[in-house]
């Protein structure tokens, strides 16, 4: 299904994709590599806050197949670069597998993040929900994501949390309060 216009999109939801769908995948792509940048494997803890800001702005104004299209673009990128060792002890196979299964939770997060971007400022118009509210709430929807990955199935897939990429950041400390 094609994703509609900018124009149309900003008529019906009163947002505006800020990229047209195929630059949205490219940002994506990027967005996938420089947050695997992020984790102590390179340990550039910063990019993590460029990573995830990427995949944020990816999603602004895109419709529900286009989230999820932008959505598993960014996580298979991610999964695939990420938990890459996974292939010399597992193989090829199972590494894939896990890399989609893993991604799969990344693209359903990214449409309900998509939907929140479209539907807040209709549902709390006003600078306060703008500047407050929405940011909140897409923070709430990653963290609900990353939450459901790391505990379902079973005891889900708990391996590259956005927490685990600032374990060597001077923010390591605040994770006792704030997790």
């Known amino acids: 299904m094609p994703e509609p216009s900018s124009a149309t999109q900003s008529r019906t939801t009163g947002v505006r994709a800020l990229l047209p769908l195929w630059a949205a995948v490219l940002v994506a792509v990027a967005a996938g590599l420089i947050l695997d940048l992020a984790y102590p494997s390179v340990g550039w803890w910063p990019l993590a806050f460029v990573g995830v800001g990427l995949s944020l702005v990816a999603l602004i104004g895109r419709s529900a197949w286009g989230a999820l ?70 923070a709430g929807l990653w963290t609900l994501r990353e939450l459901v990955t790391g505990s379902w199935p079973y005891t889900g897939f708990p391996w590259a949390r956005i927490g685990m990429s600032q374990s060597e950041s001077p923010l390591s400390h605040l994770t006792s309060w704030i997790g």
């Open 69 to 138: 299209l932008v959505g598993f673009i960014f996580g298979i990128t991610f999964y695939l670069v990420h938990i890459v060792w996974l292939n010399r002890y597992l193989g090829v196979i199972p590494w894939f597998a896990l890399a989609v299964a893993a991604t799969i939770y990344v693209a359903l997060g990214s449409v309900l993040i998509a939907l929140a971007y479209r539907w807040m400022p209709r549902a709390a118009p006003g600078r306060w929900a703008q500047l407050v509210l929405t940011p909140l709430l897409i």
